[in-house]
């Protein structure tokens, strides 16, 4: 079966029939409050005072509610009437917004706490619209929520990436935007348990809580910023002309069936410079 976003842009796939499973769906609703209180925990919000949260892509008020049962306060914002008049229907006590994401929020600056996005970041990866381009949509994004956030806050994005350069594309323009923090994933090795959340956090470089499910030894993934990911990526490969570089290129040469001399002590040593 097909993702969702690519069978019809947000705000006619979660029409009225896809909206109504949202309240009769026992296990749609157990997933989506599991997702939301590990996102919350995720936000580490002060236990002794109520915050004031945004929830992107809140659709019929699920994650809502569990950011009530917290004793926090929320506003709403999705892309589908439908799921909006459904939120209306259960009478959650959230504020609710009409929009669309990939046009940035329109929120005054440092309005929240917090923020946190469950199943909806993947969307903006998508081009509905030919004149949609997701880097820019993206970007827009990113700032305006960069913008509307108190300084020392996070958000927490629980997403489904389609591949790694979907997971690139999404962390290098919230880098831009300004964000640090970086990917965690939860369950790595399950099939069924493993899930994705994007911890973005607006008070300088932090480390990223510990995943669920993973060993001591597993790490995930982190961006501070562009400069640090460029160095990552060069500091993984081995310098020019040493043996570990000679050694590899050898054995390179040796799978396609080139004759290659055997390695010795000497490989990769420097030779004296000759009088």
């Given at each position: 079966m097909s993702r969702p976003e690519h069978q019809a842009p947000p705000e006619i796939f979660y029409g009225t029939d896809e909206a109504e499973?949202?309240?009769?769906?026992?296990?749609?609703m157990s997933i989506q409050s599991e997702m939301s209180e590990r996102a919350l925990e995720l936000l580490a919000l002060p236990e002794d005072s109520p915050s004031?949260?945004?929830?992107?892509?809140?659709?019929?008020?699920?994650?809502?509610?569990?950011i009530e049962e917290q004793g926090h306060?929320?506003?709403?914002?999705?892309?589908?009437?439908?799921?909006?008049?459904?939120?209306k229907e259960r009478e959650t006590e959230g504020d609710f917004l009409l929009g669309d994401m990939g046009e940035g929020m329109p929120f005054r600056p440092g309005a929240f706490d917090g923020a946190i996005s469950i199943s909806a970041l993947q969307w903006l990866c998508n081009r509905d619209k030919s004149y949609h381009k997701p880097g820019?949509?993206?970007y827009t994004f990113f700032s305006t929520l960069y913008a509307c956030l108190s300084r020392g806050s996070r958000a927490v994005f629980q997403f489904y990436p389609e591949s790694s350069d979907q997971v690139e594309l999404i962390t290098s323009m919230s880098m831009k935007a300004g964000f640090t923090g970086g990917v965690l994933i939860d369950y790595p090795n399950s099939s069924k348990a493993k899930k994705f959340f994007l911890v973005l956090m607006t008070g300088g470089?932090?480390?990223l809580p510990k995943a669920l499910g993973v060993?001591?030894?597993?790490?995930?993934?982190i961006f501070e910023n562009r400069r640090e990911r460029i160095k990552q990526i060069r500091g993984s490969k081995n310098?020019?002309?040493t043996k570990d570089w000679i050694k590899e290129r050898k054995e390179r040469a040796r799978r396609k069936g080139k004759d290659v001399r055997s390695d010795s002590k000497y490989t990769g040593r420097k030779?004296?410079?000759?009088?």
């Open positions: 499973k949202y309240t009769n769906n026992t296990r749609i004031y949260i945004l929830d992107i892509g809140c659709g019929s008020g699920l994650s809502g509610e569990s306060v929320w506003v709403g914002i999705d892309i589908a009437p439908a799921m909006l008049q459904v939120a820019k949509r993206l470089n932090q480390p060993d001591e030894t597993e790490e995930s993934a310098a020019k002309k030779r004296k410079v000759a009088f």
